[in-house]
């Protein structure tokens, strides 16, 4: 019961940001809602072993991201992209038809990327992580990881020149 009850606070706890997270990979409700479903699912049945561990976020990580590569490589016969706008969300601030603009052209460009380039774009940049743990958590090496993201930004960059206010190098990542 304990670990049930240490299951459900470690998901709470973790829920909105995860749910971010399988959004910006995804790039639709309703697949990152079966992306992140899957990863909790995951978790559940491996809870003990990975909370003994204390690292609990890492392992989330580590398969939310395997999951979305592997998704693509399961389903790529049967896959139809649709590339439709959601309408925007509603939001505060001086110029909400400009930031509406970017995130629409950010959200698009991202959704031409490849599923490993979107994934180490959201590790990187809306996660946070070094080189390294990007690296750990897709379980491929550093370099990879910046290969995959000079390849990613030039390629934000071409689909999306004006964004070029949001779309910065990384420290170590030549232009």
Avoid: C
């Amino acid at each position: 019961m304990a670990d049930d009850e240490g299951f459900r606070e470690f998901v709470h706890a973790r829920l909105a940001r995860l749910s971010r997270v399988a959004y910006l990979l995804t790039g639709e409700h309703h697949a990152a809602e079966d992306l992140l479903q899957n990863t909790l699912v995951r978790l559940a049945s491996r809870w003990q072993k990975v909370s003994r561990t204390g690292v609990p976020d890492a392992y989330v990580r580590k398969v939310m991201y395997h999951e979305h590569v592997s998704a693509w490589r399961r389903s790529r016969h049967l896959r139809v992209e649709l590339t439709t706008a959601e309408p925007p969300e509603r939001g505060a601030g001086p110029d909400m038809a400009a930031e509406t603009v970017r995130r629409l052209l950010l959200e698009q460009a991202l959704a031409k990327l490849t599923r490993k380039q979107r994934a180490v774009i959201v590790l990187r940049f809306f996660e946070d992580l070094s080189e390294a743990d990007a690296a750990e958590a897709l379980g491929v090496s550093v370099g990879t990881i910046k290969s995959q993201t000079s390849h990613a930004l030039m390629r934000l960059r071409q689909l999306a020149p004006e964004l070029h206010v949001l779309i910065k190098e990384p420290s170590g990542v030549a232009a």
